[in-house]
T-cell receptor
Framework: AQSVTQLGSHVSVSEGALVLLRCNYS??????LFWYVQYPNQGLQLLLK??????LVKGINGFEAEFKKSETSFHLTKPSAHMSDAAEYFC????????????FGTGTSLTVIP | KAGVTQTPRYLIKTRGQQVTLSCSPI?????VSWYQQTPGQGLQFLFE???????NKGNFPGRFSGRQFSNSRSEMNVSTLELGDSALYLC????????????????FGPGTRLTVL
C-alpha cells in the first residue's frame, strides 16, 4: 500500500528565502510522485511529477523536487520565495498498478512573509 | 482546451437530504476520479470511473455513489447527508490508464463546496 507523509503542516519563509517542503513516501512498488498546489477556493494544480525518468524534476513557477529512493523522499524546493507562492501544497503517490488512485499527504500551508 | 468543470460550485443542504454533484472532464479524457477534501482528513479518494465502469473505490460508506455517462461526464451522489459530509469534492480527469502502463496525468477541477447544516 502507498502512503505519503508531509512533515510540517505550516511553513513560513521570508520573501526571497529558500522554500523547502518535505515529503516522504511509502510504496511497495516503484512509485509515481507528484506535487500539487492549491490556492484558496480552487482545485489542485500540478507543479511537477516524477515518473521514473530523471530523479531531479523541474516544475512550474521555479519549483523542483528530487526523488531519493534511499531516503524515500521527494522534497519540494524553490530557491527564492515569492509572495504569490503562498498556498497549500500537497504531495501525492500512485504507481503503475493503482494508476489514477492517488494517495495524498495532509498538505503543507506555505506563508511568505514580506 | 477547456479544463475540468464541476457544478455546482457551492451547495448547502440539510442533514438527511441527498445531493448530486456533476463533473465534466476534459474533452477526450475517459477516466474520472472523485476525491473528498476536509480539514481533518485531507484528500481522500472516493472512486474512479472509466468507460462507464467503476474501476477503483476508496473506503467510503455506500451512501457515496457515482456513475459515468457515455460522454464521460460523471456524477456522484451522496444520500442521507451527515454533518461530516461537509467538504470540498474534487473531480479529476485523465486520458486513460491500464495496469502496468505508464502514468497519465490527472487534471483537477475547481471542486464543489458542500455544506451540510
Amino acid at each position: 500500500a502507498q502512503s505519503v507523509t508531509q512533515l510540517g503542516s505550516h511553513v513560513s519563509v521570508s520573501e526571497g528565502a529558500l522554500v523547502l517542503l518535505r515529503c516522504n513516501y511509502s510504496s511497495s512498488v516503484p512509485p509515481y510522485l507528484f506535487w500539487y498546489v492549491q490556492y484558496p477556493n480552487q482545485g489542485l494544480q500540478l507543479l511537477l511529477k516524477y515518473t521514473s525518468a530523471a530523479t531531479l524534476v523541474k516544475g512550474i513557477n521555479g519549483f523542483e523536487a528530487e526523488f531519493k529512493k534511499s531516503e524515500t523522499s521527494f522534497h519540494l524546493t524553490k530557491p527564492s520565495a515569492h509572495m504569490s507562492d503562498a498556498a497549500e501544497y500537497f504531495c501525492a503517490v500512485s504507481d503503475s498498478y493503482t494508476g489514477n488512485q492517488f494517495y495524498f499527504g495532509t498538505g503543507t500551508s506555505l506563508t511568505v512573509i514580506p | 482546451k477547456a479544463g475540468v468543470t464541476q457544478t455546482p460550485r457551492y451547495l448547502i443542504k440539510t442533514r438527511g437530504q441527498q445531493v448530486t454533484l456533476s463533473c465534466s472532464p476534459i474533452s477526450g479524457h475517459r477516466s474520472v476520479s472523485w476525491y473528498q477534501q476536509t480539514p481533518g482528513q485531507g484528500l481522500q479518494f472516493l472512486f474512479e470511473y472509466f468507460s462507464e465502469t467503476q474501476r477503483n473505490k476508496g473506503n467510503f460508506p455506500g451512501r457515496f455513489s457515482g456513475r459515468q455517462f457515455s460522454n464521460s461526464r460523471s456524477e456522484m451522489n451522496v444520500s442521507t447527508l451527515e454533518l461530516g459530509d461537509s467538504a470540498l469534492y474534487l473531480c479529476a480527469s485523465s486520458t486513460a490508464w491500464t495496469s502496468g502502463r505508464t502514468y497519465n496525468e490527472q487534471f483537477f477541477g475547481p471542486g464543489t463546496r458542500l455544506t451540510v447544516l
